[in-house]
Nanobody, 121 residues
Framework: QVQLVESGGGLVQAGGSLRLSCAASGRTFAGYAKGWFRQAPGKEREFVAAITRNGGSTYYADPVKGRFTISRDNNKNTVYLQMNSLKPEDTAVYYC??????????????WGQGTQVTVSS
């Protein structure tokens, strides 16, 4: 079992920045790829970013490329999502996920409870 707890969400103006954190406990953190997904009201959960187990490769959805950065610190059992140049359309609940296999679809085995990000115009 892996438990994931997100933090760092909040209200920010357009053009601002936030950094989300996802702290993991349970099984070996380094053994899991990590992903960030988001879900806006009335919409399906969508892929945002993912990082391989050793952090050597990262993947991003087109709408966030160049603005968001995913990273991980296996010593701290934490994965991060740095979000810059935020736009109102980035408003959503952001979820952290973990799985032995990296993916850009919401097929991960473990999920956090989500953290709200609201970007005002």
């Amino acid at each position: 079992q892996v438990q994931l707890v997100e933090s760092g969400g909040g209200l920010v103006q357009a053009g601002g920045s936030l950094r989300l954190s996802c702290a993991a406990s349970g099984r070996t953190f380094a053994g899991y790829a990590k992903g960030w997904f988001r879900q806006a009201p009335g919409k399906e959960r969508e892929f945002v970013a993912a990082i391989t187990r050793n952090g050597g490769s990262t993947y991003y959805a087109d709408p966030v490329k160049g603005r968001f950065t995913i990273s991980r610190d296996n010593n701290k059992n934490t994965v991060y999502l740095q979000m810059n140049s935020l736009k109102p359309e980035d408003t959503a609940v952001y979820y952290c996920a973990a799985d032995p296999q990296i993916a850009t679809t919401p097929t991960y085995d473990y999920w956090g409870q989500g953290t709200q990000v609201t970007v005002s115009s």
